[in-house]
């Protein structure tokens, strides 16, 4: 396959790109975004047999069935930083091996309906703490010890927003390629 071909199979919406600036009409339309995740990957993953379901997104990538579980395991964590952020100093949370993770039973062979069902809630509790945010609670931060980076919750709402879509876009590109419906 052609590099460029799995670069945009990898990345269908782009790379996440941070703003010049966290404005409320762009944090809010972030925040919107996360709050509808779950409905929208209902839709998409509605209709799919479990064969749909365990077919990669690309060559030598993830299933269907563990991109959708890797979002709920993705955006629990999501959920748990900004928690640490926003009642902690600068806190280094912990990171986790996220291909790992993808390996394990849950990820391989478990239904999706319990997953669909927690990204529910947890994107109602997401959005939610999300908009009740301050402008000082938006500069808290954590560090992620992988690259030993810091992260404000502000660049945590635009990069979950992206990641909802990034993954969702695997999806419905994998119904498009294959003509599913």
């Known amino acids: 396959m052609d ?3 799995l670069e945009k199979l990898k990345y269908p919406i782009g790379k996440f790109e941070a703003p010049k600036e ?4 762009y944090l809010l339309a972030k925040i919107a975004i996360i709050e509808s995740f779950p409905e929208r990957l209902r839709k998409e993953t509605a209709q799919l ?7 990669p997104y690309r060559p030598g990538g993830w299933t269907i069935r563990q991109v959708i579980h890797h979002c709920a395991e993705s955006h629990m964590n999501c959920y748990i930083r900004i ?9 280094v949370i912990k990171a986790y091996d996220e291909a790992l993770w993808s390996e394990l039973p849950d990820s391989l062979t ?6 669909l069902n927690l990204l529910n809630g947890l994107h109602f509790r997401l959005a939610y703490i999300m908009k009740n945010l301050s402008p000082a609670d938006l500069e808290k931060s954590f560090i992620h010890p992988e690259n030993n980076s810091e992260y404000h919750v502000k660049q945590i709402i635009g ?4 990641h909802s879509e990034h993954h969702l876009a695997h ?7 294959k003509n599913w419906k």
């Open 3 to 5: 590099p460029v071909d």
């Open 22 to 25: 966290y404005t409320s009409e």
């Open 49 to 55: 047999t479990e064969e749909q379901l365990n077919t």
């Open 83 to 91: 928690k640490w952020s926003l009642t902690e100093n600068n806190p």
């Open 110 to 115: 478990m239904p999706i309906e319990p997953t």
């Open 159 to 162: 990069m979950y927003a992206w």
């Open 171 to 177: 999806i419905t590109n994998v119904k498009r390629l």
